[in-house]
């Protein structure tokens, strides 16, 4: 029980700041003692169910957000600073097309807690496809600037062109993620597929 009310208190204190309350304005607007919240929020106290449904109302929250074991919910939130780790890492090797998922995949299944995570799947995914375009393209490349010229010299220019613009729009796309890692965003890669 004392899982439970140490995650009361959490979340509690969590929302409340979130909300911007101070503990004597979720007092009075959850019509609640002070002492109350106070015993609530340093975990002390089991609160009555009419107070968890009365504070889950006030805190723009579901009763079973106030009343669920940590372990329950922990093992879903994302670990922003390993997938941020992971996803710099692939700054590396950016140049190198599938091998500069060595590094995050190796990061992601010797951490625990970003197993089965789904940015973290779509940060390699993202590399993955990444790699697939880019090794297609120059070889498109390639062969269409022979077809069309005629001459192999021009061709290994166009083709080393097209790979630094690949490999540039493969950083900007690191950096990006990493900006929206930073704010902690989930929206993260919202249009690539999960491959994992």
């Known amino acids: 029980m004392q899982d439970v009310n140490l995650n009361l208190a ?7 700041k ?8 979720l007092a ?16 002390t106290v089991s609160p009555r ?34 997938l941020k780790k992971m996803n710099l890492s692939i700054l590396l090797l ?6 500069n998922t060595i590094i995050p995949l190796i990061l992601w299944k010797t951490t ?37 010229q005629g001459n192999a010299g021009d061709g290994l220019f166009i083709c080393l062109l097209f790979f630094l613009l690949a490999v540039l729009f493969n950083v900007y796309q690191i950096v990006r993620t990493s900006l929206f890692l930073t704010k902690e965003d989930d929206n993260v890669l919202s249009s690539v597929p999960n491959f994992f």
Do not use: C, Y
Request: proline fraction near 3%; avoid cysteine.
């Open 10 to 16: 959490k979340v509690v204190v969590d929302s409340r």
């Open 18 to 25: 979130r909300l911007g309350l101070s503990q004597e304005a």
């Open 28 to 43: 009075e607007e959850a019509n609640i003692s002070l002492s109350t919240i106070q015993r609530i929020e340093k975990g």
């Open 49 to 82: 169910a009419h107070t968890i449904k009365i504070l889950a109302k006030t805190l723009n929250l579901e009763v079973a957000d106030l009343i669920s074991k940590p372990d329950e919910k922990e093992e879903f939130l994302p670990n922003f600073s390993l």
């Open 94 to 99: 950016s140049f190198l097309p599938f091998i």
């Open 112 to 148: 625990n807690k970003a197993k089965g995570n789904l940015i973290a799947g779509k940060i390699i995914s993202l590399q993955l496809l990444w790699g697939i375009l880019t090794i297609i393209g120059v070889i498109m490349t390639l062969f269409l600037s022979n077809l069309i």
